[in-house]
């Protein structure tokens, strides 16, 4: 079945431990972006990748690391998290990045 | 960055009534794409539009590309309880390197009433 899986679904966490959501693709898809959701502000791009070792900054970056070192995966890396980003995160992905993407089904991240 | 105001906010409407919505941005986007999310889950696309002008319908779905490129609409004809959910417009636009990630707008909640 073709989808963007996310890992973990939930996750609390303490101010200032490092933490990686993972997200992987089957569908060999080149564009592939996180964003996250707040309630009010709708869905915002932190980061997103045009292919392998191609990134580039979305509108809310900042606090956030990616990397794309292979085609099936971006992992989002929270270095130092605080507690404004305790947020609904979507890593998505698409074939061309004209064509509409796909999105996760979420990750759920409680800094406290 | 770029924002798209999404109206209306939320909608409350009896079962079999038609809906629409509508997106509109002070730049100029390349596509055009409306989303449904669900409780729980991810954004679905609907529908994608490419050319100013275009006309593209889903089952009851029907989306269209303004002709300034600067908005969009979504209606959904004799609405049933399925349809209940979070619609999201999306742009995107293309720069030198390829295509941009995308803007959403805030989004509009469906409600339908028994």
């Known amino acids: 079945e073709a989808q963007v899986t996310q890992n973990p679904r939930y996750l609390i966490t303490v101010t200032g431990k490092k933490l990686t959501v993972t997200c992987s693709q089957n569908m060999n898809h080149e564009y592939m972006s996180w964003y996250r959701q707040d309630p009010g502000l709708g869905l915002r791009q932190i980061y997103y990748?045009?292919?392998?070792?191609?990134?580039d900054k979305g509108d809310v970056p900042e606090g956030y690391k990616v990397s794309r070192k292979e085609k099936r995966n971006f992992p989002l890396i929270l270095e130092s998290p605080s507690p404004n980003q305790t947020s609904l995160y979507f890593c998505?992905?698409?074939?061309?990045?004209?064509?509409?993407?796909?999105f996760g089904s979420g990750t759920r991240l409680t800094v406290v | 960055g770029q924002q798209l105001n999404q109206s209306p906010q939320s909608m409350f409407i009896q079962e079999g009534e038609d809906v629409s919505m509508n997106c509109t941005s002070s730049?100029?986007?390349?596509?055009w794409l409306w989303y449904k999310q669900e409780p729980g889950e991810g954004p679905v696309l609907l529908i994608a539009?490419?050319?100013?002008?275009e006309l593209t319908s889903n089952g009851r779905l029907t989306a269209q590309f303004g002709i300034t490129r600067k908005d969009s609409f979504l209606n959904i004809s004799a609405s049933i309880p399925s349809d209940v959910g979070i619609y999201f417009c999306a742009g995107q636009t293309y720069s030198g390197g390829g295509a941009d990630g995308l803007t959403f707008g805030k989004g509009t909640h469906l409600i339908i009433q028994p």
């Open positions: 990748s045009m292919n392998v070792e191609v990134t």
């Open positions: 998505a992905s698409s074939l061309a990045g004209y064509y509409g993407y796909t």
């Open positions: 539009l490419y050319k100013a002008g």
């Open positions: 730049s100029i986007f390349n596509t």
